[in-house]
């Protein structure tokens, strides 16, 4: 699928993007959420939905979207799967707005054609994490970067060992509606970082986790995992079932 991105209204700069394949993986009991899962930098959607499906979560569909293969800046230009240009990865680095509104966009057009009574919620691991917390911050002012409304309503958001990106953004922003504040309060997110992560440090996962506190998220569960790499873990997977269970309220089957 590809997407057109421009960076603002009158702007004559767009970018086609390419998405790849996307991997659906079913409910095995009465379907009560649907959760898009990002992969990492330079990953595809399949790596994951082996990984989703052995999950005790009967009740949620997964979709696992491929990313645009791209030029991406940490690489020094070399192409690969990524949902926006990088320089960093961390919460400082330059923001791709352009490639995060694209994604973002792929993102909530996937779940836009999910039933009206199904929760819906977006998760991710690395650059997909971020990517998820980008959506967030999308859904709490309704309206992307480039001013396009946002029409997703989220019930969750799952980062793991990611990064907030347009942080700075984020905090001048956030005070200028009570419908922000409100939402903003009321969307779950839930945070996992690796102590021992070498590719996105963890001091970039707490200082976003403390960002989006104080942004007003105060629906923010932040979980450290002490000496945890850059990947995952059986029992922080396990956490991540367990805060989905009871934050949408799934039933058993």
Request: glycine content about 10%; some cysteine; charged content about 15%.
């Amino acid at each position: 699928m590809s997407f057109n991105s421009s960076a603002g209204g009158g702007q004559s700069s767009r970018t086609t993007y390419e998405f790849g394949r996307t991997h659906v993986i079913r409910p095995k009991g009465r379907h009560q959420a649907t959760i898009i899962w990002l992969h990492d930098l330079g990953d595809k959607g399949s790596s994951w939905s082996q990984q989703l499906e052995s999950l005790p979560l009967p009740n949620v569909k997964w979709i696992c979207p491929t990313a645009p293969t791209r030029p991406v800046s940490l690489f020094g230009g070399f192409p690969c799967t990524a949902w926006f240009d990088a320089q960093d990865l961390s919460e400082d680095a330059p923001d791709d707005l352009q490639g995060l509104d694209a994604s973002a966009a792929h993102v909530a057009n996937l779940l836009s054609t999910e039933p009206a009574n199904i929760k819906l919620g977006i998760g991710g691991f690395s650059m997909g994490a971020a990517t998820a917390l980008y959506s967030a911050t999308c859904h709490i002012f309704g309206q992307y970067s480039n001013r396009n409304p946002y029409l997703v309503n989220l019930s969750c958001v799952i980062g793991l060992s990611g990064w907030l990106p347009c942080s700075r953004m984020l905090r001048n922003r956030i005070e200028r509606s009570n419908e922000t504040v409100s939402r903003a309060a009321s969307l779950p997110i839930l945070l996992c970082h690796g102590s021992g992560d070498d590719v996105v440090a963890y001091k970039h996962g707490e200082n976003s986790a403390r960002t989006l506190s104080s942004a007003g998220f105060q629906n923010l569960m932040f979980r450290s995992y002490g000496g945890l790499g850059h990947y995952t873990t059986q029992e922080e997977m396990d956490e991540v079932c367990r805060w989905l269970a009871a934050r949408l309220g799934l039933q058993g089957s």
